[in-house]
């Protein structure tokens, strides 16, 4: 098989390579990594950005991948330069006043915020995942993929940060969940190996941000925001609410998902990597419900609103990206930056 680009040697545990930036801000961030040097940009250029477009999005990413796995040939001390974090911190607050300005009338409670998940919808027509099962065609598979590559080649990574700041019940049934998630003990069963197994299915490059490039805005705020409330203990309250809004829906978005790869005939890693998280996300719905965040709120129950804007912000973000996709795919062209080559 003949991987596409010059990271075509790169793995699913490599280290990405640092891509171009989309405007003022971003340049100044991955020019400072290449150089060594602080960033450099206007003083009126943050509260000028869009908190939702390109350049911010793109810069809020690259400064959060510094606390993961950082960037080839980027030296590992810029992770907790004091300049990259200022910026990082203007950036962080630019959209974290978008979105609560966007959700400002949103629940503010568990139930409000959860109840209309619970159940599935006799209207599914603006669901990404049954468009896909139903009459997805292949190449949409791949960009899906694709898209969905820069988080779930990390997996876990960012809600594995708020288990330090859980006690009791809630730190018990977190780590419970975790460990399912990172395979229960087996390096093959990681849930980002599997999906990088999936992108092999699909003719893809399973390297480690390999995407990244390719990625628009409103896929890049939805990774963004899983590092947004993992980085910071005083949205450890949201980053729960984000882990049980994924764990709830997942499901059966996974099974429809799991029969578009199979009608397409994608592969057996593609439709096990859907299939596998039918029943394991079941399981973990009732977990992180009855226990992560029952027991969250037990200790701490002022943190229930922030339970609700966790699960609101990513509902929120997750249907703008679903519009975006939806969009391009009805115009007939890629939702990616840049097409893939057909395989």
């Known amino acids: 098989m003949t991987l596409p680009g010059p990271s075509a040697t790169a793995t699913a545990d490599s280290r990405p390579l640092l891509v171009e930036g989309r405007g003022e801000l971003s340049r100044a961030v991955t020019e400072a990594l290449r150089s060594d040097a602080p960033p450099v940009y206007a003083a009126g250029a943050v509260p000028k950005a869009d908190p939702w477009g390109e350049d911010l999005q793109l810069a809020l990413y690259v400064l959060y991948e510094l606390h993961y ?8 001390e810029r992770e907790w330069d004091p300049e990259l974090l200022r910026l990082r911190r ?3 607050t630019r959209f974290l006043h978008a979105l609560r300005t966007g959700l400002s009338c949103a629940p503010r409670s568990v139930d409000e915020a959860f109840a209309p998940l619970l159940v599935e919808p006799v209207d599914l027509s603006g ?5 896909l099962e139903t009459d997805g065609e292949l190449w949409q598979l791949r960009e899906y993929a694709a898209l969905r590559s820069l988080y779930h080649l990390k997996e876990a990574d960012p809600h594995l940060w708020v288990v330090p700041r859980l006690t009791g019940r809630a730190k018990a049934a977190m780590a419970a969940i975790e460990y399912d998630e990172f395979g229960a003990g087996r390096a093959e069963r990681i849930h980002a190996r599997l999906f990088a197994d999936l992108m092999a299915d699909l003719d893809l490059d399973p390297g480690y941000g390999r995407y990244l ?7 890049l705020a939805t990774v963004n925001l899983m590092s947004l409330f993992g980085l910071h203990r005083a949205l450890r309250g949201a980053l729960v609410g984000h882990f049980a809004c994924v764990e ?25 990597f859907y299939a596998e998280h039918v029943e394991a996300d079941a399981v973990h719905e009732q977990v992180v419900r009855h226990e992560v965040i029952a027991g969250l709120l037990a200790d701490e129950p002022g943190l229930e609103a922030d339970i609700a804007f966790g699960c609101a912000a990513t509902v929120l973000l997750e249907d703008r990206l ?8 009805d115009q007939g062209r890629s939702a990616l930056r840049s097409p893939l080559a057909r395989p």
């Open 213 to 219: 490039d390719r990625a628009p805005a409103p896929l």
């Open 127 to 131: 669901s990404l995942s049954h468009r």
């Open 69 to 76: 796995r950082g960037f080839e040939g980027v030296d590992d």
């Open 90 to 92: 203007a950036l962080e």
């Open 322 to 329: 679903a519009t975006h996709i939806g969009q391009a795919w």
């Open 248 to 272: 709830v829906t997942s499901s059966p978005g996974s099974r429809r998902l799991a029969k578009a790869m199979r009608r397409c005939g994608a592969g057996p890693a593609a439709e096990h």
